[in-house]
């Protein structure tokens, strides 16, 4: 029996001879983007632990807003992998030619599920980055002062809370868990078969705990809309800032 290889998924060449250059900085700049993704809800399930007696989420967004040249970090750690894994991948969603029509097998399926949640994670951060930066659709920015208000203010909108973040944890979730997965074949670190599905296994387990961790985010988000901050007032808290 044969085991799964990254070759196994293919798509039209990019870049000739720097095609296998561009799909391992695309590997590595997932990895990356995977390590921002598990730090993000996991700061954000903190929110689950309330506001009294302390804010810890207001804490923790407290520490990183206090990090020194933190738009350097930002840029190279978070906004420069992303946008150029999101291209890539949006690239490689356009021109793949998925098979699992004829060939149904688990790791076809896998992959068609893997390019579908990166579309539903390029809308879904357009919107989450959008919305929290500049106040689109009448929602207040993102207020590092008032970071638990300005998230219950969200979470104020029905289908946000049920529908669009749900969404977008899930399709993060599961694209984070297999993507490790595959950038383990990718890297030659899970040759065997016995070793690509003991990595699966670490690698659900991953991204069930973050599922969980999103989902608390959610639900403290939701329970912290008592906090006495109308969107008038948060609006007022960027103009201070």
């Not at 500049?134 to 049920?162: C, D, E, M, S, Y």
């Not at 993060?172 to 070793?195: D, K, M, P, Q, R």
Request: hydrophobic content about 50%.
């Amino acid at each position: 029996m044969t085991t799964a290889t990254a070759s196994d998924f293919t798509v039209p060449t990019l870049g000739g001879r720097h095609h296998f250059l561009l799909r391992r900085l695309h590997s590595l700049t997932g990895l990356v983007f995977g390590g921002y993704l598990i730090i993000h809800l996991l700061v954000n399930a903190t929110l689950i632990q309330g506001v009294h007696p302390d804010d810890i989420y207001q804490l923790q967004v407290d520490k990183i807003h206090a990090l020194p040249f933190l738009w350097a970090l930002e840029w190279g750690l978070i906004y420069l992998p992303i946008i150029f894994h999101t291209i890539y991948g949006i690239w490689i969603t356009l021109t793949g030619q998925p098979n699992v029509g004829h060939y149904p097998y688990t790791k076809n399926i896998f992959y068609v599920l893997q390019r579908a949640s990166a579309v539903i994670i390029v809308l879904f951060m357009l919107f989450h980055v959008f919305s929290m930066k500049t106040g689109l659709f009448g929602l207040p920015k993102f207020v590092p002062g008032q970071a638990t208000a300005t998230v219950a203010i969200h979470l104020n909108h029905p289908v946000l809370l049920w529908v669009v973040y749900p969404l977008g944890i899930i399709a993060s979730c599961y694209h984070l868990a297999n993507g490790f997965w595959t950038a383990a074949i990718t890297w030659g670190l899970t040759v065997s078969e016995g070793g690509q599905r003991r990595w699966g296994i670490v690698c659900g387990i991953l991204g069930v705990l973050l599922f969980i961790a999103g989902i608390a985010a959610l639900v403290g988000g939701a329970r912290a809309d008592a906090v006495p901050l109308t969107p008038a007032q948060a609006q007022q808290k960027v103009m201070e800032h």
